[in-house]
Structures are given as structure tokens and as C-alpha cells.
């Protein structure tokens, strides 16, 4: 200790805690009037709203989220049970009712075959959303995993996977998706389909989540968890990823719908499914040459398309806003 | 910058051989005769296959193949076509139409998308904002080629006011209908993208700071939320170009337009591989090239970006 140090022993000291200067009395209040108690304790009664929470919340009280969830769920029970909305076998088809008008037990009329367009419509369903969510689940694990490796890892492993990213990306989805569907002409599986547009499809979903990955990587609480002894794959799994999921799952929300429409677009090419499976693009595509003569063949199956697509990408939007309160659409 | 062109430009080598050779493997490596399919209808004489196979060198081992078409390539050489023309005089021939359709979606979708993204964004809440993100969001979810044959029907051949398919040697009110049907749901996606972004730029500090120091309404619009809101609607229309290559098979289909697209499409169907792997070279070619170009112009946006 030496003589410029004030001891809290000395008499020194003692006069200068115990003798303020004029007007400086009550700068500091004594310790026994405030209880360092209540300053320092934390409201511990309700849990710390984590960005998920607050967006779930915000969420909740967004009228766009609350129609397309209600959309999305309707849209959903039709695809998995589509016999509790009508008694009419699709694929039971009889010319004399060709074109035939819409009657009690037929609301929608019947298409050039003489198929119910009702019934059609309802079970098409099944076909256009499971190839929507099997595409997005697809693109998701592996453009998620692919742009995540990227993006923390980094060095060369990032410049490897990012040249194979930009060899997907330079191949648009359409012209990719038919020139491998020309191959599986023969097949009728909607696995083919999915397999083609999650082939062109993942790059998108990579590129983000590694953009996002790397933002994330930077942050502080990765310094500090490293800081603590944490692993580098616990790093990832365990703070990296849950702050870079936002973007992705806004992306993957958004593309549901346009893969929706990409099902579609293949099979009016003729490369997409056969005419034998019940689905809306394949609908859309043989009634075309009937928009002169009765358009509300391709309406109906046009318009059950549009609104699925739709509910998917109005549900984007307001996990946006949830996510993201900065880049708000509405 | 020279430097960094440099860099950009070796990079993309891998990236074109990459592309290449993952399409030359889909139409070649893939179950499927292509010697076959060129018989048609018409049954297999052993001979002529025999002979076909060593002219297209389809005997020898698939990486091979691949070797001698990209080296024929560089030479612009990309063989014959079935029929028996040369792979890049029906390129040539094709290829002019496509690039104006693409260059008038192109401006149709940047110009429109731009305008009206702008007009929403400024004017939130407005009946016309709604209107705007009402349609923009029907283009998104009805699929192209729906759109293209209802206006097809109604502005051809029931109203009779634009050519309802384009001829052989179309202009410019020929693809006038086909060239808006192509950029209708890019220019969606982009007015959405200039809305958000005009929005929440509208309400940064910079602009507060910019009005306070008593700059005009339009040359903070144009000057500080404009040109800050279009790098994202850059990068978009830059990556878009890849996507008008791939709707280009759609809509010339329905407007009947002999371009790249329709060749490409018929190509595929045929079973034409030397075709198909051509103009895919071609169009990655163009797509990488406006994708450099892109990020070159970022500079002029933002000046904080420089390239070393």
C-alpha cells in the first residue's frame, strides 16, 4: 500500500466518506435505505420472452396469420380426407356427361370427359399440397444443412459447397425439373416430381441459410458460449442455428406455394404427372383448350390452385412481420 | 476492381464446367437411348446405330463424351441435330427472338415493378396500395401459364386488340402480350420487394435527418429511400435473367414463337441430348455473365461497396 492510497481504516478515509462536501449530502442514499435486493432481483414470475415467444405472440393477434392458418388447416383436412367432402368417385368418368351442367350432386358440372370437376378439385388437393410440403421438407434439411455447413464452417470447405451451390443456381428450376422429368417420363409417382424440384430447388434455401448462419456466427454469445468450453458443433446446433432459422423458414413458407405452382407449370408441359393421377395442374392443362367453350372447366381447378398458393405465401408474409418486426408488409 | 473482375471471371470457369457437365449427365448418363429415339417410329437398324453411335462418339466412355463436347464447344461446334443441321445455325436462328422477348420482360417487369412497388410503398394503406399488393399476389399464385392463355383469349381473340400467336419473325407488338405474361410474376414478386423495402427505409434516420435539413420531398424520395431500397431489387432482377430463360419455354409455347425456348423444349421431348446440352451451355453462359454485370453495378449504388 502506498502513501497516495486511501486505507478505509485511516482517519483520512473516514473523513472523506464521513464528512461530504457542502450540497453533496444526499448524492448517495446510505445502504439501509435501499436494499440491494430490489435493485438487483429479476422478475422471475413469468419465463424471458425469447424471440420466439414474442413473435408467436405478435403472431397471434396478425389477422393475415389467423386467415391463412385457418386457409392452411382447411386446406390441409381436404388433402388428407378428401372423401368427407363428396360422395363422387374422381376418376369415375362417363362422356355422356360431357361438359355436362352443374347439378345438385355435381355443383362444378363435369369436365370434357365427363369427370365431376367437384370431385376432382377436392382430391387434386392431395396430390399439389404433398408435393409442396415433401419438396419444401426436402430443400429444407438439405439446403439448410448444406448453407449452414457453409456459412460456420467456412475456409475451403464454404468455397467447395459455394461452387456447387452456384452450378445449381446457374440452372433455372423449371429447365432443370424437365430435363430430368423427361427421363422418368414413364413413372407416375409424385416422387419424381419432388426429386426434380428439390434437385434445382435446395440452392435457394442454401444460400440463405448460410448467409444468415454467418451473421449469427459473429455474434457475441458465440464468443462467449466458445468462451465456456462449448464444442463448435454444440455452438452450432445449440445458438447459431436457432438465431438463422428466421429467414429460412419466411423462405421455405414462400416457396411451398411456388412449388405448388412448378407441379403444375410440369405437368401442362407434359413432363410433370400423368393425366391417371388427380391433380390440379394436370386439370388446368387439359382444360385449356376448353377456355372458348366453357371456361369454368379450367376455373375451378385454376381457382382451388391459386388459393392454396395464395395461403401459403399470405403465411409467409406474416411470419415475416412475427419474425422480423424492421421489414413489416403491412 | 480489374483485379477483382479477374477473380469473378476465373470463378465462373468452374462454375460453367459444373453446370455443364451436371446437364450433359442428366440428358446422356440417364436410362433412355438416345440413338433410339432418333429412329422414332422406325425400327433400329443395327448398322446405322452402330454408326451413329461412333459419329456422336456416344461408343466411347461418358466422361470422354463429355471432354470432346466442350471442346468442341469453345469452337462453337456443337454438332448436328437430328435432322441433320448444324446445332448453332438453329441457335442462331432461334436465339435473336428470345433475346428480344427477354429484354422486353425484362423492362416490362423492371420498369412496372419498380413504379408500382414505389407508388405502394410510399402510400401505405391507400385503396391503391391495396389494389396493388391484391394483384401482385393473384399474378404470384396463378400459375403463367394460366394468365397467358386467359389474356390470350380475351385481349386476342375476343377483344382482337394485340396478335393473339407471334409469327416466325415476331415484332415488337407481337411480344408485346407474350413479353408481359413472361414478367408478370417476377414483376409481382419485385413490387413486393420494392414496397417493403421503400417502406422500411422510409422511416431510417437518414431520411429524418435529410428532411430536417430542409432537402425537397422528391429528392429525398429519389436520392436517399430510392436508391438505398434498390440493391435487394437488383440482386433480384440480376438472378431473375436465369428464370426468363426457363419461363421463356412456357409462354413461347402458348404464343407459338419459334425462340431458344420452344427449340429447347422440342429438344427435350425428342430426346435431341447434343441440342439440349448446347443451348443449357448457352444459357448459363448469359446467366452468369448478367450476374457479374449485376454485382458490378452494385458499386454505383452504394459507394460503400468496393471491389478489391
Keep these: 500500500m502506498t502513501d497516495n492510497t486511501i486505507s478505509p481504516e485511516s482517519a483520512e478515509a473516514e473523513e472523506f466518506f464521513m464528512d461530504p462536501l457542502p450540497g453533496q449530502e444526499r448524492f448517495v442514499a446510505p445502504v439501509d435505505e435501499t436494499p440491494l435486493k430490489a435493485v438487483d432481483s429479476v422478475d422471475e414470475s413469468e419465463p424471458a420472452t425469447s424471440m420466439w415467444t414474442s413473435a408467436w405472440i405478435a403472431l397471434r393477434k396478425n389477422p393475415l396469420f389467423i386467415f391463412a392458418a385457418i386457409l392452411i388447416v382447411f386446406i390441409i383436412i381436404v388433402a388428407l380426407f378428401p372423401q368427407l367432402f363428396t360422395h363422387n368417385d374422381p376418376t369415375y368418368c362417363n362422356l355422356d356427361n360431357s361438359l355436362g351442367k352443374a347439378s345438385g350432386s355435381h355443383p362444378l358440372g363435369f369436365d370434357q370427359q365427363g369427370c365431376d370437376v367437384y370431385s376432382r378439385v377436392i382430391y387434386g388437393a392431395r396430390t399439389s399440397v404433398s408435393v409442396g410440403v415433401l419438396t419444401t421438407i426436402i430443400v429444407v434439411a438439405v439446403g439448410g ?12 470447405i464454404d468455397s467447395l459447397l459455394s461452387r456447387i451451390t452456384d452450378v445449381f443456381f446457374a440452372i433455372p428450376l423449371l429447365l432443370g425439373a424437365i430435363v430430368l422429368l423427361q427421363m422418368f417420363r414413364t413413372s407416375d409417382s409424385i416422387w419424381k416430381v419432388v426429386f426434380a424440384l ?7 434455401v442454401a444460400r440463405i441459410t448460410r448467409g444468415s448462419v454467418m451473421e449469427a456466427k459473429n455474434l457475441e454469445f458465440n464468443t462467449a458460449s466458445t468462451a465456456l468450453g462449448s464444442t463448435p458443433m454444440r455452438n452450432l446446433f445449440r445458438h447459431v442455428l436457432p438465431n438463422a432459422l428466421a429467414p429460412v423458414i419466411v423462405v421455405a413458407t414462400t416457396s411451398l406455394g411456388t412449388y405448388i405452382v412448378s407441379e403444375a407449370t410440369l405437368s401442362f408441359l407434359g413432363v410433370g404427372l400423368p393425366s391417371t393421377t388427380v391433380s390440379w395442374g394436370g386439370d388446368i392443362s387439359t382444360a385449356q383448350s376448353l377456355l372458348r367453350i366453357n ?7 385454376s381457382a382451388a390452385l391459386a388459393i392454396t398458393v395464395l395461403a401459403f405465401i399470405m403465411m409467409g408474409d406474416a411470419v ?11 | 476492381m480489374g483485379k477483382y473482375l479477374l477473380r469473378r471471371i476465373l470463378q465462373m470457369i468452374p462454375v460453367v464446367i459444373g453446370t455443364t457437365l451436371l446437364i450433359y449427365a442428366l440428358v446422356f448418363a440417364l436410362p433412355g437411348d438416345p440413338v433410339a429415339a ?134 415488337f407488338i407481337d411480344l408485346l402480350m ?6 408478370s410474376v417476377s414483376m409481382a414478386y419485385i413490387i413486393r420487394l420494392t414496397r ?6 422510409i422511416s431510417e434516420d437518414y431520411v429524418r435527418t435529410a428532411r430536417a435539413k430542409g432537402m425537397s420531398n422528391k429528392s429525398v424520395t429519389l436520392r436517399h429511400v430510392l436508391r438505398n431500397s434498390m440493391i435487394p431489387v437488383v440482386t433480384y432482377l440480376g438472378a431473375d435473367i436465369g428464370a426468363l430463360m426457363g419461363g421463356a419455354m412456357i409462354t413461347e409455347r402458348i404464343f407459338n414463337i419459334n425462340g431458344i425456348g420452344n427449340t429447347l423444349y422440342q429438344g427435350i421431348i425428342r430426346g435431341e441430348g447434343t441440342l439440349v446440352v448446347s443451348i443449357v451451355t448457352i444459357l448459363v453462359l448469359v446467366f452468369v455473365v448478367c450476374n457479374l454485370v449485376v454485382d458490378m453495378f ?3 449504388l452504394d459507394p460503400r461497396i468496393r471491389y478489391v
Design chain 2, 298 to 300: 452494385y458499386a454505383v
Design chain 1, 145 to 156: 444443412f448444406i448453407g449452414a455447413i457453409a456459412g460456420f464452417f467456412g475456409g475451403w
Design chain 2, 178 to 183: 407474350p413479353a408481359s405474361v413472361l414478367g
Design chain 2, 196 to 201: 417493403t423495402e421503400v417502406s422500411s427505409n
Design chain 1, 295 to 301: 371456361p369454368s372447366v379450367l376455373f375451378y381447378p
Design chain 1, 320 to 330: 415475416k412481420d412475427a419474425l422480423d418486426p424492421k421489414s413489416r408488409t403491412e
Design chain 2, 38 to 171: 432418333m429412329f422414332g417410329d422406325k425400327p433400329v437398324n443395327a448398322a446405322v446405330a452402330a454408326q451413329i453411335r461412333s459419329e456422336y462418339n456416344l461408343d466411347k466412355p461418358f466422361i470422354i463424351q463429355y471432354l470432346i463436347f466442350l471442346k468442341n464447344a469453345l469452337t462453337l461446334d456443337f454438332g448436328n441435330t437430328f435432322a441433320g443441321q448444324p446445332v448453332i445455325a438453329v441457335i442462331g436462328r432461334a436465339f435473336p427472338v428470345t433475346i428480344k422477348l427477354a429484354i422486353m420482360a425484362f423492362v416490362f417487369e423492371a420498369v412496372f415493378g419498380v413504379v408500382f412497388g414505389i407508388i405502394s410503398g410510399l402510400k401505405k394503406g391507400k385503396w391503391y396500395d391495396s389494389v396493388i399488393l391484391i394483384v401482385s399476389l393473384l399474378l404470384i399464385s396463378v400459375p403463367t401459364f394460366v394468365t397467358g392463355f386467359v389474356l390470350q383469349y380475351f385481349l386476342g381473340v375476343k377483344w382482337g386488340l394485340l396478335p393473339v400467336t407471334a409469327g416466325s419473325n415476331p415484332g
Design chain 1, 198 to 204: 428439390a434437385l434445382f430447388g435446395w440452392v435457394q
